[in-house]
């Protein structure tokens, strides 16, 4: 008998384990009051909003290994969203970002069902072609007349008409720091919900579409409606990463659909962590985003290509690895289920 | 009228083109079984490398033409042996790798040349056909691409290396146990394949810009017809280019330019709605 | 009575290849069957097709009287078909107890049941104590058993084993033999790929033959051993 498989982790255990982190969290956000502003605050708002991007990648290509190029598509389309609902119908951005996260949802399953009813390479194909596809349509005729073109679409946003009422000295600080506050309040929801959901049964049906998919579906797994409900969940992260954004940072562009912007930064992040782990990608999309942001200064655009060449070594490195560290995390969590289990019997 | 005639000529020889284009996706498409994502950017390179010889390096055509087409087989080959080829076992890793190597030829082009569109000289005259005004540089691309794809069947019928890409592309293990080494095979693909998008980029550079996201489309537009054809179906090949071709201009020129860049979307999401395994058979 | 699998002339071929040709075949209620028949004479066809893997391009599949012949794979495990595939396959980055537990949770949708199968389906295979492990650390017959496991856990009527000895010494294919007879006494019916004949013979109660994706004999083991065709196909083997 394994000495391992029996021992019952106490609740105690597991309060001290999520104890550290509570505590990070914690001072991480109180780093405005600690006087942490200006453009470096910003910059971990953005860092904020993409942990709901790399989450969104690692909750569903990390662990079916379907590769979604396609996440700048669903942020885009949720920023567009929101910025055609404000123009064009006068929805305030404070009221436009469910419908716009909904909207982009929605287009999302739409236009990605017909690949996700088959296994493949269409799925990847079609995720790569689609923000292509849309960088073109936004900045052509006739589209670009009603979509703004190279310059976007501006408005004014969030709690804009609140701050406006502050005297001038405030007025920047409380935007700056109340974007902050709900950007972090909405990383931690995102790791909650992506951790939650990738560890439990659902999310180790993902995996095992990711390792066999035919033997999952030999063996009784839905497999098509795993992949859908993963894709669900994972595209809504992504969905309200670009709204959110969106109505921090206006004017939207057609920045948002390409992939140096909002799909190489948390790609290598889930990469670095390890896929389908959820907890090394979050980690990992602080550092990453950090020095990406920082490399703009020192090396400009060849910031891709040294993520990109970063990637291709991780890759290569461990071809089939990738995934490997995952092992003593799920030995672990065996073994509770074991106790549990045994002390039934 | 007038612009019947413009798709009927336009669109033939687009598809002509885009079969060629094809044909060079399909070997590593078939042999891989893996789409190879770099096939694009390796046809953005050698229209930028011919254009570095001609302008920067003031080589004259009849030597930079080939030589950029060597450039780009031997850069072809590198990116298969060392990003596709070691991690052929895991499809995810071959995507992420191949994927990266685009995005950084992509962002290296836009450093290097900027986002202006570049052109490379073009054949000169033209040549009225059924009325239209047509550029003598689109004949050569038709004598060129009529070439090129006799000689890639006369290759894969008729040379013992043909044969041998065939039937790896039909079974791993049968060739196998045949004694062919897939991953031998696999090398020369990559070579061939990458002769393939040169020729082509070389080719289509004077008529369409040059920029950094040129290759994108193409690339999408070989996949959709490789699918829809079949992988290793030479004649669904044939057919499925001409769908493309015409479905292609006759949306540039009845919508226009700018709303035809979603025709390689809708031909892969019609594959996928009502044929998935490909219209003339095996597709994976 | 209505009989527990019917395939009535199935018919599959991939290109010019005739895999399965009007193969037609019955197992009834918990029946031990023996599928045999040379290298490529269509029987993991046969097994895919009854799995729902693939579709026949003619015939019919019926189960416990209800067509199936267009059902999805999952939705005939739910039914009461499981398989194994030939060769060890398992999922390779997940731990023995998810390798099982996945298919249970699939069909039931009670979590707290689909726990206390899982739980069963480890200890008749006894794998209690691997329950943690990581399938590249395990043996080949401790695969097998894994496989065997993710096949029971299902709540199975009828259960497609391809191939099952393959790779194991004589000792480990007695347990497997042993476990199969304990189940089947129990109601479980069997379809059993082999090509190890010696083992197989004394297991099952009926053997089918296939042929070049033909059905040429179907009756008792010791009735096939002494036919002359099934002695031709199988020259030098029995
Ligand atoms: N997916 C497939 N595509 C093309 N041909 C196939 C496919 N599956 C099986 N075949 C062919 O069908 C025939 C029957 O194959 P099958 O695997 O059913 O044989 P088998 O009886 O299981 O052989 P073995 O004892 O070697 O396992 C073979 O000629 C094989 O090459
Ligand atoms: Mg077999």
Not at chain 1, 54 to 69: A, H, I, Q, R, V
Not at chain 1, 132 to 149: E, K, R
Not at chain 2, 90 to 98: A, K, R
Request: charged residues 15%.
């Amino acid at each position: 008998m394994s000495r391992l498989a029996f021992s019952k982790p106490s609740k105690l255990k597991r309060v001290g384990s999520i104890l550290p982190a509570l505590f990070i969290a914690a001072i991480y956000m109180l780093l405005p009051t600690f006087g942490l502003r200006g453009f470096w605050l910003d910059v971990l708002t953005r860092v904020n909003i993409f942990l709901l991007i790399t989450l969104s990648l690692d909750l569903y290509s990390g662990t079916t290994f379907y590769l979604n190029l396609g996440v700048p598509f669903t942020v885009g389309c949720a920023a567009y969203s929101l910025a055609l609902l404000n123009r064009y119908l006068g929805v305030p951005v404070e009221y436009a970002i469910l419908p716009s996260a909904a909207i982009s949802l929605v287009l999302s399953l739409v236009i990605f069902l017909p690949s996700l009813r088959v296994r493949g390479a269409y799925f990847s194909i079609m995720s790569l072609l689609l923000p292509i596809v849309m960088a073109g349509i936004v900045t052509s005729q006739p589209f670009s007349l009603y979509l703004g073109g190279e310059g976007g679409i501006t408005y004014s946003p969030l709690f804009f008409s609140y701050a406006r009422g502050l005297p001038v000295k405030e007025r920047a600080f409380f935007l700056q720091s109340t974007y902050f506050y709900i950007s972090s309040i909405a990383a931690i929801i995102a790791f909650i919900v992506s951790y939650k959901v990738a560890y439990s049964d659902f999310g180790f049906m993902m995996r095992s579409v990711g390792q066999d998919e035919l033997l999952a579906e030999a063996s009784g797994v839905n497999t098509v409606r795993v992949k859908l409900v993963g894709f669900l969940i994972s595209s809504s992260l992504a969905s309200f990463a670009g709204s959110i954004y969106a109505a921090m940072r206006p004017p939207v562009t057609v920045d948002v659909f390409i992939p140096a912007n909002t799909l190489v930064p948390p790609l290598t992040a889930v990469i670095l962590g390890g896929m389908g782990t959820i907890v090394g990608p979050t980690i990992a999309n602080y550092f990453i985003l950090l020095v990406y942001e920082a490399l703009w200064d020192v090396i400009g655009r060849w910031r891709v290509v040294l993520y990109m060449c970063l990637l291709i070594v991780l890759v290569l490195l461990r071809p089939q690895g990738i995934v490997y560290y995952l092992y003593t995390k799920l030995k672990r969590l065996v073994s509770s289920k074991i106790a549990e289990l045994t002390a039934g019997v | 009228m007038e612009e019947l005639k413009y798709i009927l000529i336009f669109g033939s020889f687009h598809s002509l083109t885009y079969l060629v284009f094809s044909l060079g996706f399909s070997l590593v498409f078939g042999v891989a079984r893996l789409p190879n994502l770099t096939y694009g950017a390796l046809y953005v390179l050698t229209g930028y490398s011919t254009y570095v010889f001609l302008n920067y390096l003031n080589t004259p055509l009849y030597l930079a033409v080939p030589v950029s087409i060597l450039l780009t087989a031997a850069i072809s080959l590198a990116i298969g042996e060392s990003v596709i080829k070691p991690a052929i076992k895991f499809p995810v890793s071959v995507f992420i790798t191949t994927v990266a190597v685009a995005y950084i030829f992509e962002e290296l082009f836009s450093i290097q040349m900027g986002l202006k569109p570049v052109t490379l000289p073009l054949y000169p005259g033209t040549t009225s056909i059924l009325g239209i005004p047509v550029s003598n540089h689109w004949l050569l691309i038709t004598a060129v691409c009529l070439a090129m794809t006799l000689a890639l069947l006369a290759f894969l019928y008729k040379t013992s290396t043909g044969k041998a890409i065939r039937a790896v592309a039909e079974s791993w293990e049968e060739s196998m146990r045949l004694g062919i080494n897939p991953l031998r095979v696999l090398r020369a693909t990559f070579l061939i394949s990458g002769v393939y998008a040169a020729l082509t980029g070389i080719l289509l550079a004077p008529l369409k810009a040059l920029t950094p996201t040129a290759g994108w489309s193409p690339l999408f537009a070989a996949f959709a017809i490789v699918v829809m054809g079949g992988i290793g179906n030479i004649l669904g090949t044939v057919v499925a280019s001409l769908v493309y071709g015409f479905i292609e201009q006759s949306m540039v020129y009845v919508l226009g330019g700018g709303i035809a860049r979603v025709a390689p979307l809708i031909l892969i999401l019609l594959i996928l709605v009502f044929r998935p395994h490909g219209l003339f058979g095996r597709g994976e | 009575m209505v009989k527990l699998l019917v395939c009535d002339s199935v018919t599959k071929k991939f290109g010019g290849i005739v895999a399965l040709d009007k193969v037609s075949l019955e197992v009834s209620k918990g029946e031990l069957l023996g599928l045999i028949g040379p290298n490529g004479s269509g029987k993991t066809t046969l097994v895919n097709v009854i799995s729902g893997v693939i579709t026949p391009d003619e015939g019919r599949i019926v189960f416990e009287g209800k067509d199936i012949t267009r059902l999805k794979p999952h939705r005939r495990v739910a039914l009461g078909i499981s398989r194994i595939f030939q060769g060890m396959r398992v999922y390779p980055y997940l731990p023995v107890y998810y390798n099982v537990s996945l298919s249970a949770r699939s069909v039931y949708k009670d979590a707290r049941l689909a726990r206390a199968k899982t739980t069963w389906a480890l200890t008749i295979t006894r794998l209690l104590a691997e329950a943690g492990e990581l399938p590249i650390n395990l043996t080949p017959y401790k695969l097998r058993m894994v496989e065997l496991a993710r096949a029971l856990v299902t709540g199975p009527k009828l259960v497609l084993l391809d191939e099952p000895f393959a790779g194991l010494s004589p000792s480990e294919i007695d347990e497997v033999i042993e476990i199969v007879k304990k189940l089947n006494e129990n109601g479980l019916a069997f379809i059993i790929v082999e090509h190890k004949l010696r083992y197989l013979m004394k297991l099952v109660n009926r053997v089918v033959v296939l042929n070049e994706g033909k059905k040429i004999f179907e009756g008792k083991p010791d009735e096939a051993v002494s036919n002359e065709e099934v002695a031709r196909v199988y020259l030098g083997v029995l």
